[in-house]
């Protein structure tokens, strides 16, 4: 079995430092982030940006800022959302591509998403995979409903992204796929023989998905963008807390966790 990968996924579009106290928002706390994540076990670290207001943003110059200051302290992968924030346009969000990160996440599919709609058109995806293409990044290919995986294996079809795929399934968000054992299962058992994935469970699920990808071969995705809480009713401290557990949790199941270039490897990143 291929050692464990961890993402951590810091700060999100929706969650608020009235949330969540030890959010990091500006890139000083996110760089800082990052490396005690890195430090505590996690190989890649999913990034949102946030302007000097502490709202979503997918400025190019403050991507650009996060990356330098992550890159200046650890090794972690670095990973930048084109998702942003729903009402972002795609021009916006497709901006930190352009600073050629190792990986970058592509969303495969419209969905509902709480009360918005998440826009993925097939054209936005096109336009996104060819992009990441063209600049030699990695995508992850953000699933939130079992038809997106489908979507992702036309981009392959056309050649607009290659084997081996990396899959992440965002499992558990208000409106789109729950976040079942079974739901788990069914989007492991459909993509294609060798391919590699991640799990995200939202909230509560985080924990329990996570553990089910540790056993089954997959990697996993934990932070404050999708779960808030160490446990009921307790915030988490920090990202490197729920990066800790889990690296406590492969430990226990026999499961030896990847360094950033064993990741970079397992995923086929020339770093």
Sequence with gaps: MQKLIITAALTGAEVTREQ???????????????????????????????????????????????????????????QP?????????PEERLQPVELKPEMSTLSCGTCNFGGDVFMNTESYMEKFAARMKELGVK????????????????????GLVEAPLHFDFVL????????????????????????????????????????????????????????????????ATSNAQLVARMVRLAKELGREVATPDEAREILGIKK
């Design 81 to 89: 959302s084109t998702g942003g924030a729903v009402w972002h346009s």
């Design 172 to 235: 558990g968000v208000p409106g789109a796929c729950p976040a079942t054992p079974e739901d788990l299962l069914l989007m492991k058992n459909a993509i294609p023989a060798g391919s590699t994935w991640t799990v995200a469970g939202i909230g509560r699920h985080e924990l329990s998905l996570g553990t089910m990808a540790i056993l089954l071969g997959g990697h996993v995705r934990v932070g404050f963008e999708d779960n808030i809480f160490y446990s009921k009713g307790v915030l």
């Design 20 to 78: 969540q106290p030890t959010l990091p928002v500006t890139p000083d706390e996110i760089a800082a982030a990052a490396k005690e994540c890195c430090d505590a076990g996690a190989s890649i670290v999913h990034v949102h940006a946030r302007d000097a207001a502490g709202e979503p943003t997918q400025d190019i110059a403050v991507y650009r800022e996060i990356k330098e200051k992550i890159e200046a302290c650890c090794n972690v992968i670095f």
């Design 139 to 158: 995508p992850e290919l953000e699933i939130f409903e079992r038809g997106m995986i489908e979507n992702a294996l036309k981009l392959a079809k056309k």
